[in-house]
């Protein structure tokens, strides 16, 4: 019997395939891989118990969406994230989150202002015990939040094909020391100005928290090129 082509077999390696490469892309993004980091197709069919043709299929679609680069002699590294990438994904954030919260601060139902506060509040649990991981994945709930608090299908819609460029600057930023303690106090106040209906304020506090997010970004970016080259010295 012919075989219909997308069935059976075919959708199988498929969908294999695609959850490869989104659980690499996942692992990318949260920092498990760092930049530079060499990818193993062996490695990865060993880790994933399968042959290794699905898994050099995912690693060419993370090449395509710029996760990955292959170099002659190399293999395939992970690529960081560029001082010029930072910039670009920063701008457009400022953006973006200042109109949602403005948004927000005009729009959001009580059931957005109560969910924002749980977050918050599990921030704050979370960073007084300096757990990174999940202070990082409230960060992403929060600006999700923010994002559906606004009431903006157009903007959710803007923003959504940049979410993991985003998760992934966002995983290095909160990483760097000191940073937690300061964001925590930025998204509290971003959310006390959207619970106390204050558009203005609520837009110029997400502007700064994001310009903040950014610059300390760079500052960890300009040092990890300074170690490496004077590591080469």
């Known amino acids: 019997m012919t075989r219909r082509p997308g069935s059976g077999a075919d959708y199988e390696a498929t969908s294999l395939r695609l959850r490869i490469f989104e659980k690499i892309r996942e692992d990318i993004v949260n920092g498990r891989y760092r930049s530079g980091e060499s990818l193993v197709e062996g490695k990865l069919a060993e880790e994933f118990g399968v042959s290794r043709t699905p898994v050099r299929e995912a690693i060419r679609q993370l090449e395509l969406e ?64 300096n757990n990174a991981d999940q202070v990082t994945r409230l960060d992403t709930s929060f600006h999700s939040l923010l994002i559906e608090a606004s009431g903006s299908r157009p903007l959710k819609n803007t923003l959504g094909g940049l979410m993991l460029h985003i998760q992934r600057a966002r995983v290095a930023s909160l990483r760097v020391p000191g940073r937690l303690d300061r964001s925590l106090e930025e998204h509290k106040d971003i959310f006390q100005a959207i619970k106390d209906r204050q558009p203005d304020l609520a837009e110029n506090l997400t502007t700064m928290h994001v310009a ?10 300009r040092s990890e090129e300074y170690e490496t080259a004077d590591s080469r010295a």
Do not use: C, K
């Not at 903040?212 to 970016?221: C, D, I, V």
């Open 66 to 129: 710029g996760f990955v680069r292959s170099i002659p002699n190399r293999g395939v590294i992970v690529e960081g994230i560029t001082g010029r990438e930072v910039r670009e994904i920063f701008t457009i954030r400022r953006l973006i989150e200042g109109l949602a919260a403005r948004w927000a601060a005009e729009r959001a139902t009580q059931e957005d202002i109560d969910r924002l506060d749980e977050v918050v509040a599990l921030m704050e649990f979370y960073t007084l015990r």
């Open 212 to 221: 903040n997010a950014q610059e300390n970004l760079l500052n960890m970016l």
